[in-house]
């Protein structure tokens, strides 16, 4: 028997589902999700659960305004189809040919990367996202600075080599935008795509909003109450704006939503006055491109700026916070169907956009809490289930309970790695003061200040250093021995680590900062840290 897919049917299927989105929600510790529906390109559901500020307990709607994160690298991937309609810019053309990009750690991707690999994630440079994402909500990098950064990040693989996700190269593609169109990205989308579509709540910078109408960032604490946090800094002024630094409401996602579906299914070119859109190549933008997986029978690609699936799929989520999750396939035994996604997370904040070209559909939810779990893309899946029907039924608001308890012991799983791994002996303790002053890496315009902490702290000098990061106060931590040669900063408890927003922070020795000696001297030189799970440790120089 086949599904009904008819625009009534598929209301009332999700419409059923408000109660489990709303125990989602409160499963994940979101202080609010709002969530959008489109089937046949009628708006079918619209509702928000919880508040948008838990303080003033002030309730979201359609219209509150939500950080997207990376949902933003679509909008990019939009802008850049324009320009490439005009002529002014070519997909296959290497990045060199708009703007000084290059790497002196393979000078291949630096001549041959193209706009086309940097928004698949092809290049094979590594993200090392430690470099721009502070704590508490700081971007840690200049925007002035990203294109010398870039040219040092060190290589995962040759150029084509595999999907790394990276988002420096859209920061850099924010750049090939301004050069060629002559006004930064966030001006040129503006004035070509948001504008156009009437996405008038939708903006490149919290401060520009017109309204008070604003999603403010929350975490779960301890107690599983939810916090209000500092505000995150990616807007259109600093290094990640085009990253991830645009803000929209359900209301703006739902237009945009539609607009793509549009040219998605447009049989020609050729645009009359009544047909008229402002988005470009989107066929094009939308194909697929870059492999997530080798071990998959069924598709799972990145385009540029989506993210591809055919269903039943063992990677729908692996963008998200919650990660793929292989033990919860969905569609298994239903007809196979073709999703273009992406996630969002940035402090405080996680968003979930789904699109499905065959039936005219779309799912999006936003969230202002990074919290227990990706609470926006567990909505979008169960809603996703229920729109198709899709066959063996997974309990959605289980897996997310389940994984709220995972998240929530995330930090005794880095104390309980950072103790095995530490190996501390009496006669292995040298002196703090070894380990005093400032290490530089020049290429990624980083600084490490060592210093003995102030005198108004409780306790002796020699107990603990400070590590300062870019001579930032904010972006401060307490450093202890760890063993042999090598001093850690894990955060004493969990809520610290949940409170400073330190949320790329996956493995123990992320904490752990190692220092090389002169062999002659006995003096440190150098320090080695680990900043990116999976690659040799960065190395910075004493100065």
């Not at 729908?316 to 999703?339: E, H, T």
């Amino acid at each position: 028997m086949s599904t009904d897919l008819s625009i009534d049917a598929i209301r009332s299927r999700v419409e059923a589902l408000s109660s489990s989105l709303d125990a989602i929600r409160l499963n994940t510790g979101s202080a609010s999700i709002s969530v959008g529906v489109v089937h046949q390109d009628e708006v079918i559901f619209t509702h928000s659960y919880g508040f948008r500020d838990v303080k003033k307990q002030l309730p979201a709607d359609s219209d509150t305004t939500y950080l997207l994160a990376s949902v933003t690298k679509a909008f990019i991937a939009a802008a850049c189809g324009i320009l490439v309609d005009e002529g002014k810019l070519q997909w296959s053309s290497p990045l060199s040919n708009y703007i000084a990009f290059r790497n002196k750690n393979d000078e291949y991707i630096g001549n041959r990367a193209t706009l086309q690999d940097a928004l698949s994630h092809a290049t094979g440079l590594a993200h090392l996202d430690l470099t721009w994402l502070g704590v508490e909500g700081h971007t840690i990098a200049s925007l002035d600075d990203i294109l010398e950064i870039v040219s040092h990040l060190p290589t995962v693989s040759g150029l084509r080599g595999g999907l790394h996700y990276n988002n420096y190269m859209y920061s850099v593609v924010g750049q090939v935008i301004e050069t060629v169109a002559g006004c930064p990205w966030h001006e040129f989308l503006r004035r070509r795509i948001l504008d156009p579509l009437g996405m008038n709540r939708t903006t490149t910078n919290r401060n520009k909003l017109k309204d008070e109408n604003l999603a403010e960032p929350h975490v779960v604490v301890d107690d599983h109450s939810i916090f209000q946090i500092k505000p995150v800094d990616v807007s259109d002024d600093t290094a990640m704006g085009a990253a991830g630094g645009v803000w929209s409401s359900v209301s703006d996602m739902i237009l945009w939503a539609k607009a793509l579906l549009k040219e998605m299914k447009r049989d020609t070119a050729v645009q009359d006055e009544e047909n008229f859109s402002p988005l470009k190549q989107i066929p094009t933008i939308t194909a697929h491109r870059n492999p997530i997986t080798s071990s998959s029978l069924h598709e799972n690609t990145y385009a540029l700026g989506f993210a591809r699936a055919v269903t039943p799929s063992t990677e729908l989520g692996w963008i998200s916070l919650n990660g793929p999750q292989r033990d919860l396939v969905m569609g298994k035994k239903s007809p196979s169907r073709l999703v273009l996604y992406h996630n969002g997370g940035q402090s405080g904040y996680l968003s979930s956009f789904y699109l499905f070209p065959e039936t005219g559909s779309a799912i999006v939810a936003l969230g202002n809490t990074y919290g227990l779990g990706d609470g926006p893309d567990w909505t979008c899946q169960a809603i996703m289930q229920a729109m198709f029907d899709l066959k063996p039924e997974i309990d959605f608001v289980k897996a997310s309970k389940l994984r709220a308890q995972y998240e929530f012991e995330r930090y005794e799983r880095l104390a309980n790695d950072f103790a095995i791994h530490r190996h501390v002996s009496i006669l292995d303790q040298p002196k703090l003061t070894d380990f005093l002053g400032r290490f530089r890496n020049y290429g990624l315009k980083m600084t490490l200040d060592i210093t003995l902490p102030d005198v108004a702290d409780k306790g002796p000098k020699e107990e603990f250093l400070i590590l300062t990061v870019n001579e930032l106060s904010s972006q401060q931590h307490r450093l202890e021995h760890y063993n042999g040669d090598s001093l850690g900063f894990l955060p004493l408890t969990r809520q610290e680590l949940i409170v400073r927003e330190m949320i790329d922070w996956f493995e123990w020795y992320q904490f752990v900062l190692k220092f090389i000696r002169d062999t002659k001297s006995g003096r440190v030189t150098s320090l080695l840290w680990k900043m990116q799970v999976g690659l040799p440790g960065v190395t910075f120089q004493l100065e």
